[in-house]
T-cell receptor, first 116, second 114 residues
Framework: EPEVTQTPSHQVTQMGQEVILRCVPISNHLYFYWYRQILGQKVEFLVSFYNNEISEKSEIFDDQFSVERPDGSNFTLKIRSTKLEDSAMYFC??????????????FGPGTRLTVT | GEDVEQSLFLSVREGDSSVINCTYTDSSSTYLYWYKQEPGAGLQLLTYIFSNMDMKQDQRLTVLLNKKDKHLSLRIADTQTGDSAIYFCAERRGSGGGADGLTFGKGTHLIIQP
């Protein structure tokens, strides 16, 4: 069964460094998302992406964050200058099989980001 | 603004039914979801319900929606040890477009007693 994949599973970085988290959404899905979950807290929406542009973003998604679909399969989240409070599990999700709107969002296994 | 609330823990005996409850605040929510997260794993979509429905059944899972009270529940019949996980309730943000993100609750830890 097709699934969303994410790499790496765990990323450790130093404060101030740039990180890129990578996701491969389910093939032929049209809508892509990033969420994060700080340890012990809720899963929080960051951004949605459709037709090569951001559709919606939350107040968390500030200028330090950016997303890109560099090719036909990858979807990336970049954090320009990481802060300690960026430490969290980051989930990628996708939906929209082919034409029309699908309401089933499928999540990847997550990347655990640790900022030291 | 949107907010989703759940109890943090639920303990049930193996073989009994589990009922996980959730309340939400956004009356314009079009879809509501239940996700399951096992230790060290991602979020697995269990089921979802459209806001014009009262109930949805899928094998051992029954979702009940009370739109008036903004209350959603997930019933798991014949609970097994493999059902032990965190269960997240989520509502669809926005007006129902394809790019709408989800707003999650904190999750309910389902603990199964032998």
């Amino acid at each position: 069964e097709p699934e969303v994949t994410q790499t790496p599973s765990h990323q450790v970085t130093q404060m101030g460094q740039e990180v890129i988290l990578r996701c491969v959404p389910i093939s032929n899905h049209l809508y892509f998302y990033w969420y994060r979950q700080i340890l012990g807290q809720k899963v929080e929406f960051l951004v949605s992406f459709y037709n090569n542009e951001i559709s919606e973003k939350s107040e968390i998604f500030d200028d330090q964050f950016s997303v890109e679909r560099p090719d036909g399969s990858n979807f990336t989240l970049k954090i320009r200058s990481t802060k300690l409070e960026d430490s969290a599990m980051y989930f990628c999700a996708s939906n929209g099989r082919g034409l029309g709107i699908s309401y089933e969002q499928y999540f990847g296994p997550g990347t655990r980001l640790t900022v030291t | 603004g949107e907010d989703v609330e759940q109890s943090l823990f639920l303990s049930v005996r193996e073989g009994d039914s589990s009922v996980i409850n959730c309340t939400y605040t956004d009356s314009s929510s079009t879809y509501l979801y239940w996700y399951k997260q096992e230790p060290g794993a991602g979020l697995q979509l269990l089921t979802y319900i459209f806001s014009n429905m009262d109930m949805k059944q899928d094998q051992r899972l029954t979702v009940l929606l009370n739109k008036k009270d903004k209350h959603l529940s997930l019933r798991i019949a014949d609970t097994q040890t493999g059902d032990s996980a965190i269960y997240f309730c989520a509502e669809r943000r926005g007006s129902g477009g394809g790019a709408d993100g989800l707003t999650f609750g904190k999750g309910t830890h389902l603990i199964i007693q032998p």
